[in-house]
């Protein structure tokens, strides 16, 4: 169950999903792979994501359309913390 701001919602794949990237983050973090300001738009996008699901929540059912889009969106979110895990610079 993920807690938001209008109640919980069941979501395994995106529970599962968050976690895996909250691990990828502080990780690259520890390790000094990822910059300040890399983090710092990390943590922008994961906050995006949360209120991307807040919104699909505050109607009281996530529906199929509001997943894919939180799905797009953590997608995204994956694709930079890729992207700035492996482009070389260092914090």
């Not at 799905?71 to 700035?84: C, G, I, K, V």
Request: cysteine-free; aromatic content about 6%.
């Amino acid at each position: 169950m993920i807690n938001t701001n209008n109640g919980k919602v069941f979501a395994p794949h995106i529970q599962n999903k968050g976690a895996r990237q909250n691990a990828r983050y502080n990780n690259g973090a520890e390790k000094g792979w990822l910059t300040t300001d890399e983090q710092a738009a990390l943590q922008d996008a994961r906050a995006a994501d949360r209120a991307t699901l807040n919104a699909a929540k505050s109607d009281g059912v996530v529906d199929r359309g509001e997943r894919k889009e939180l799905r797009q969106d953590m997608r995204q979110t994956n694709r930079e913390l890729t992207a700035f895990l492996w482009n070389g610079d260092v914090a």
